[in-house]
């Protein structure tokens, strides 16, 4: 008996592309409340995200942080959000700009 390793990244190769497509668009909508709970709020926490979309603190974590990486990749690059350890919320800054239109 043969047995062959093959090598997958975490997930990647076990998940079929409607899951893909269905990740990205979750994901997406996650970004879209993030920005919007800044432009309306002021401010945004893990906590948020995990109570409206039921996810976990980790994937909460992630979630804002490629928020702020889209924030600076963004012409012309731009700081939306900045940690306050004593409110412990990511509160909008000064010269934020939504990456989503409202409708």
Not at 37 to 58: A, E, M, Y
């Amino acid at each position: 008996m043969v047995i062959k390793a093959t090598k997958t990244t975490p997930m990647g190769d076990l998940m079929s592309s409607d899951d893909k497509m269905v990740n990205k668009w979750t994901q997406a909508r996650r970004l879209e409340f993030i920005d919007f709970r800044l432009s309306c709020d002021g401010k945004i926490n893990r906590r948020d995200l995990v109570d409206f979309f039921g996810i976990s603190i980790p994937q909460a974590s992630l979630d804002l942080s490629r928020y702020h990486q889209l924030v600076q990749e963004a012409v012309p690059p731009r700081l939306n959000l900045a940690y306050d350890r004593h409110l412990k919320y990511y509160v909008r800054t000064s010269d934020f700009k939504p990456l989503y239109p409202q409708l």
